[in-house]
């Protein structure tokens, strides 16, 4: 079934317009971390899609997709990808890349924001991939519970989500400063004082967030397996990646 288009109450909205603010101005941001990002996925995003095992020109979305480094990472990876951002800066910046990788597979990039994406068409709905990292944690609870289950309709029967944040030892959710919470934050000159919505989850929090919307979805035959990992740029921030498989 698929979801219906999610409507903000007016704090969501408040929260979501300050997130897009901030996204907007981050693109060299994310753009300077690109190559190394890139190349860490063959630690971090390869060994989990090669258990998948998926077959080539298996179809992917990557929702929050910024400035496309996963979504460029799936493509060589042999996926056709579908990136998606509601940042028109971040999607330019994305089909940029995708220009010049010299990927023949290069991804489709689309403006969207992803709480009113409610394609028609079955081919463009359901894909074998839905990859969102660092992206949940953006939206309050417990509209965070809508986005996660948003994200596991668009998984095809036999197909899997990756859903990835990184986990504090503390819950709690805030409007806080890039900088609060030890992310390198803006580039120069973009103001220290742009805040956006970031819900910190344990490892607990996540998991159970993301087990409680699968079974509601799926029903008890989905299989579920998390991933923790350090981030190589951060070494006290730890990762979590939660893999959920649709069953048949
Ligand atoms: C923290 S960044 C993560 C980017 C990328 N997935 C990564 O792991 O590097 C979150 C991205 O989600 C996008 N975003 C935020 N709210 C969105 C929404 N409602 N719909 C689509 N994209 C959104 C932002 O523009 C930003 O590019």
Not at 21 to 42: C, K, L, T, W
Not at 93 to 120: E, H, M, Y
Request: with cysteine; net charge negative.
């Amino acid at each position: 079934m698929p979801a219906e288009p999610i409507v903000l109450t007016t704090h969501e909205a408040h929260v979501s317009a300050k997130n897009e603010v901030v996204y907007e101005i981050s693109v060299s941001h994310y753009q300077e971390r690109a190559e190394e990002r890139y190349a860490g996925n063959d630690q971090w995003l390869k060994p989990i899609i090669s258990a998948l095992g998926f077959a080539p020109g298996a179809r992917a979305v990557d929702v929050g997709c910024a400035v496309g480094t996963n979504s460029l990472y799936l493509a060589n990876q042999g996926y056709s990808v579908t990136g998606i951002d509601s940042s028109p800066l971040m999607i330019s910046a994305a089909r940029a890349a995708a220009r010049n990788s010299g990927l023949t597979n290069r991804p489709r990039f689309v403006r969207q924001d992803f709480c009113t994406w409610v394609p028609v068409e079955e081919h463009e709905r359901l894909f074998d991939l839905v990859l969102a990292t660092a992206f949940v944690h953006l939206f309050p609870a417990p509209l965070d519970r809508d986005i996660t289950d948003a994200l596991l309709s668009h998984v095809a029967p036999g197909g899997a989500a990756i859903i990835s944040t990184t986990v504090e030892p503390l819950h709690s959710q805030a409007l806080r400063s890039k900088h609060d919470d030890d992310d390198p934050g803006p580039g120069p000159g973009q103001p220290l004082s742009q805040v956006r919505w970031r819900n910190n989850y344990t490892r607990e929090t996540f998991r159970n967030l993301v087990e409680r919307v699968a079974a509601s979805r799926f029903g008890p035959t989905f299989t579920m397996a998390e991933h923790t990992s350090l981030d190589p740029a951060r070494s006290q921030k730890q990762w979590s990646d939660i893999v959920v498989t649709r069953p048949f």
